[in-house]
C-alpha cells in the first residue's frame, strides 16, 4: 500500500521546531516534557551565574540567561528544519558536500 508523504506548510513546520524546546518524542513515540533540554538550559544559567560577581548575580539575571538560551534553541531548530530548503534555493547547492581535492 503506498502513502503520500506528508507535507507541512512552513506555518506548521516552524511552530513544530519551536515546540520540541519544550517537547519532544519518547522511546514510545509518544510526546513528553523535555526534561533534558530544559534542565539542561536551567543547569547551564545556574552555572554560569558563578562566573559573574556577587552584584551581578541574580535571578533575573538567571531567568534571562536561560531564557536567551531556549530562545537560541529554538531557532536553531527552526534553522534545522528549513536547511535543506536554503540550502538548495539561497546556494543552489544539491546532493551532499564533497570537496574538490
Do not use: C, H
Not at 32 to 60: C, K, Q
Not at 65 to 88: C, H, M, S, Y
Request: glycine letters at 6%; proline letters at 6%; hydrophobic letters at 35%.
Amino acid at each position: 500500500m503506498l502513502t503520500e508523504p506528508v507535507t507541512f506548510t512552513p506555518r506548521q513546520a516552524t511552530s513544530y521546531a519551536i515546540t520540541r524546546v519544550v517537547i519532544t518524542k519518547n522511546d514510545r513515540g509518544n510526546n513528553e516534557f523535555n526534561l533534558s533540554e530544559i534542565g539542561g538550559n536551567a543547569s547551564e544559567a545556574a552555572i554560569s551565574n558563578l562566573y559573574y560577581p556577587a552584584d551581578e548575580r541574580g535571578f533575573g539575571k538567571t531567568a534571562k540567561n536561560f531564557a536567551t538560551q531556549t530562545v537560541i534553541t529554538a531557532g536553531a531548530n527552526v534553522l534545522k528544519e528549513f536547511w535543506p530548503d536554503i540550502r538548495k534555493n539561497v546556494f543552489r547547492m544539491k546532493g551532499e558536500y564533497s570537496p574538490k581535492p
